[in-house]
């Protein structure tokens, strides 16, 4: 794998590849000293366009704990209003020898197009509304250590994601975790169901292959998973719906819906969350939320992924 | 580039009806090619077609104000390589033309350094903020004699003003040239084309009725008003349907269709290379269809380049941030004869109504879009049909290398380009 | 003290050069000398190195409980992420790597199937350095074929035997393929 900039670049055998060494690199959290050697010499410049401390930190432990060189550099506005162009900034970074760079834009494409001016190998930590692979990753991660939980190894030949149902609520419009998350989940064989207010669903969502619905209630008794996306404040303004209580009345995850749950459901957020719009503090703080478990499982799918795009120099162009 | 040529002969070339001719230029005009005196300079068009000048509606020459991006230098002499010899220049350069004096200052550029007529397109509204008329009557009574007056780049977006300009233009017989865009349904970040592939590209989408719910106001307006009103860069299904309707009901509409806008589709957005990012987006296949349908059946009137040269600095951003806009003088042709004449839905007197005569006319050019017959002025193309070329970026005669065309297989027609019997490109 | 080698094997004909009695012997000799070298299996951790040396380890652990009538902790130890050519080859997923309990103070014995140029050895004995601080690492492997790289020796041998370079030595366990043995061919370094 020469770069992630989309869930689409897993095929299967990758994806089951770097979920199953996350396994592994989750043990080396728990080690006296958490640290691997793998990606010694190496340099992987994590540039944040786009503000995500959670995300950059992630990566930036991911990084160090394989023992590669992480540098961060917050870009946040710099090439725009400094007049200096996006090609520019990674040009001028790349000449100096880097080996990855992980990067966050608020625009949409952005890695791709980094992804074709640079030599390095380039990581997608979400670009505007389109994708944030890694994210879909760790989500598949928590889930399927939850499912394992449950029992009921699956059947030869399929993944643990067969014949589960996963609902995404929310601004599915603004999302790149959506994106990402029905493309891994085509790849591992999950079905997701995508719920959403009309107004905040991206056009042809009807081709995605997904199960759409604006009705919460009708389909919450049916998934094995519910993961919530933030709805922003902003939304509002823009006329997407008329008002926080009526969004969380109709597809929050309100206590009341905690109950109606497929019993051994999960519930995710990739957060932050906003406790009392999309997702109650009942639901958030559940014993079936995996709220915690999917950041715990950032740092862990993060090496994995670096270490399968800079383990071996075959990805890398010399 | 322009060479000052003496007298020429042009032998055994075919006009656009198929007629087989000898093309005699004197003194910047055709004459009888009897009246060629022996040992007159001569050239061999065996095979050749000779089709009246081309005449752009809609450039962007970016001077003055960007003359890294594209010069009236540059820009015409990238027309004259596309077989054109008249272009307007639109208004949204740095400072605007929304004056006499800017207009004029432009018109006298383009008679110094044009490699063809440069006629000046005049803004509709001062600084193009679409609030207060530009000096509209001064800059049709000044030397640039302007008659075409447009905000492209922006649309005229309050009903009231666009009613007062195209009532206001009558007076000169002035038209205004719409760019077609609501923005409240396509903002300022909308920058694909609103379909599957906005969704699936997380790119903010420009629906097709963002460009028609404008149309179907203008065309009313016009009605109203009984001005003209003329569309540019029409892109849509839902925009040619409205025309259609408008022209049948009597309504003085004339529009354009970009070469883009007939070859280029959506899906060529999906590696976000901003080359292919233009205002209005790349349409589905079904635009495109609907678009050669109404060229072809001359619902839409003329083909406009909408050339937009923009500096690499400009297009070296996200997607969405990235300039809009895409080269098109020096291909318009081959893409016109590829999708229309190659394809059978047009003929090449056809061809030569909608790259040459209309636009001449829309303009009120005297002298361009003017059949090949002695006493015209010598504005003219000699064109092989056959010759195919894969289009080289760079090597445009434009400043700016936004070429969406570039590695593709396309017509190379353009042999030589004569303005007022002048060539202005040979190959 | 080494075995000659006498006939030159083919290619597509590896030659058997122990069987599972010879295996079966080799190990329970083993299993005695890290008794006597350690008086008793106190603090013994044996950690197996994938793929093979992890069966190894369990069966020598299998036979240290028997002789001493205790269990034996047994664990797994994976290299990959320390081995010095990671990245000229393609991108593989490690093996697990499971430790039982800690390591601090305890003696270790690293078990592997063959012993060669000694580069996985002393990635191990690098991975052994992030999980704590052994009093002790041994090592105990079934073959030693020579052509060492690093100055690594075994502390316990099975049978040392003398190769080629471009011969090939394999050692077979019944619960990967189906029965024991140790096998020599000529095809090409490894």
């Known amino acids: 794998m020469r770069h992630l900039l989309s869930a689409a670049d897993l095929d299967l055998a990758t994806a089951t590849a770097v979920l199953d060494l996350a396994e592994e690199m989750q043990q080396v959290q728990s080690r006296p000293v958490k640290k691997l050697p793998a990606l010694r010499g190496r340099t992987i410049v994590n540039i944040f366009f786009e503000d995500s401390t959670r995300t950059r930190t992630s990566f930036e432990i991911a990084g160090k704990w394989l023992s590669a060189d992480t540098i961060n550099v917050s870009a946040k506005g710099s090439s725009v209003s400094k007049g200096e162009s996006l090609r520019d900034t990674m040009m001028t970074l790349d000449a100096m020898g880097v080996d990855a760079f992980v990067i966050r834009h608020s ?192 740092v862990a799918v993060r090496m994995s992924v670096l270490y399968h795009l800079l383990g071996s120099d075959e990805g890398a162009v010399h | 580039m322009t060479t000052t040529s003496g007298p020429l002969l042009i032998t055994g070339a075919t006009l656009a009806d198929g007629t087989r001719t000898d093309l005699y230029l004197a003194e910047g005009r055709l004459a009888d090619p009897a009246s060629a005196p022996a040992g007159v300079e001569r050239l061999d068009a065996e095979g050749l077609l000779a089709l009246p000048g081309l005449v752009d509606p809609h450039t962007h020459l970016r001077q003055p104000g960007r003359e890294d991006a594209e010069t009236v230098a540059s820009g015409t002499a990238a027309a004259a390589r596309g077989g054109f010899t008249c272009v307007h220049a639109m208004a949204n350069t740095t400072p605007v033309t929304d004056t006499a004096e800017a207009a004029e200052y432009v018109a006298a550029l383009g008679e110094r350094e044009g490699h063809c007529e440069v006629r000046v397109v005049g803004a509709v509204t001062k600084g193009l903020d679409g ?57 300022p970040g909308a ?81 976000y290379d901003t ?81 040459s005569a209309a636009p001449a006319r829309l303009g009120q050019v005297p002298g361009q879009g003017r059949p090949l017959a002695a006493g015209e002025p010598a504005n003219l193309v000699l064109v092989d049909p056959a010759a195919r070329a894969t289009v080289d970026a760079s090597a445009s005669r434009s400043r700016s290398r936004n070429n969406p065309y570039d590695g593709r297989d396309l017509p190379d027609p353009v042999v030589a380009t004569f303005w007022k019997g002048r060539r202005t490109y040979a190959r | 003290m080494a075995d000659p080698v006498p006939d030159s094997p083919t290619p597509d004909s590896p030659r058997v050069i122990a069987e599972e009695a010879e295996v079966t012997r080799s190990l329970r000799r083993i299993a005695h000398e890290i008794l006597e070298a350690n008086r008793g299996s106190d603090d013994l951790v044996l950690l197996g190195i994938p793929t093979r040396g992890v069966f190894l380890a369990r069966r020598l652990a299998a036979l240290l409980a028997e002789i001493e009538g205790r ?99 394999q050692v077979l366990l019944g619960e990967l393929d189906g029965l024991d043995a140790v096998t020599i061919s000529r095809g090409g370094d490894r």
């Open chain 1, 107 to 298: 625009s949409s494409g952005a890695a791709a197009q980094v992804a074709g001016w640079v030599k390095a190998q380039v990581v997608n930590a979400g670009d505007g509304q389109h994708e944030h692979p890694t994210q879909a990753l760790l989500d598949a991660y928590a889930m399927r250590q939850h499912f394992r939980t449950l029992g009921a190894a699956p059947a030869p030949g399929a993944t643990e994601f067969a014949g589960k149902r996963i609902a995404i609520v929310g601004d599915l419009l603004h999302s790149r975790v959506v994106r990402s998350n029905v493309l891994l989940q085509r790849t591992l064989g999950g079905e997701v169901v995508l719920v959403a207010p009309p107004t905040l669903l991206p056009t042809g969502v009807e081709n995605w292959g997904c199960e759409v619905t604006g009705d919460l209630d009708a389909v919450l008794g049916t998934c094995d998973v519910v993961m919530m996306l933030r709805v922003q404040r902003e939304r509002m303004a823009g006329g997407y719906f008329p008002t926080e209580r009526e969004y969380s009345e109709r597809f929050g995850l309100t206590e009341e819906r905690l109950a109606a749950l497929k019993p051994g459901a999960a519930i995710c957020h990739p957060g932050p969350m906003n406790r009392g719009v999309e997702i109650s503090s009942a639901a958030a703080d559940a014993a079936n939320s995996l709220v915690l478990d999917q950041v715990a499982a950032g």
């Open chain 2, 131 to 187: 609030e207060e008329l530009a000096e509209l009557g001064m800059m049709a009574d000044s030397a640039a004699g302007v008659r075409l007056f447009s905000d492209d780049g922006r649309c005229v977006g309050d009903s009231l003003l666009m009613r007062r300009a195209l009532t206001y233009v009558k007076a000169f017989d002035g038209v205004i040239a719409q760019h077609s865009q609501d923005v409240s349904l396509a903002g």
């Open chain 2, 191 to 271: 920058c694909c084309h609103e379909s599957e592939w906005s969704g699936r590209l997380g790119l903010p989408g420009w629906p097709s009725q963002a460009e028609s719910i404008i149309i179907a106001r203008d065309v009313q307006l016009a009605e109203l008003t009984g001005s003209r009103i003329h569309v540019c860069h029409v892109s849509t299904a839902e925009g040619v349907d409205v025309i259609r309707w408008a022209k049948a009901r009597g309504i003085r509409v004339t529009a354009e269709v970009t070469p883009h806008h007939l070859l280029l589709d959506t899906p060529l957005v999906a590696g």
């Open chain 2, 275 to 355: 080359t292919f990012k233009v205002n209005p987006p790349l349409r589905t296949s079904e635009h495109l269809e609907a678009v050669r349908e109404a060229l072809a059946d001359g619902t839409i009137d003329m083909v406009g380049t909408d050339h937009a040269p923009h500096a690499r600095q400009d297009k070296d951003h996200p997607f969405d941030v990235a300039l809009p806009g895409m080269l098109g003088l020096e291909q318009a042709l081959a893409v016109v004869m590829e999708v229309m004449v190659g394809t059978g839905r047009m003929d090449w007197p056809t061809l030569v109504e909608r790259m």
């Open chain 3, 71 to 169: 269990p034996v902790r047994v664990g797994e130890l994976d290299i990959t992420m320390y081995r010095d050519d990671l990245r000229r080859n393609p991108t593989r997923n490690p093996a697990r790597t499971a430790i039982p309990g800690r390591i601090d103070d305890a003696v270790v014995v690293l078990v592997d199937d063959v012993l060669y140029s000694g580069r996985t050895i002393g990635a191990a004995i690098d991975a052994l350095r992030d999980l704590g601080r052994p009093r002790a690492v041994r090592l105990a492997v079934l073959v030693d074929r020579g052509h060492r790289e690093l100055p690594v020796a075994a502390d316990h041998v099975g049978r040392t035997i003398q190769t080629a370079r471009d011969e090939r030595v």
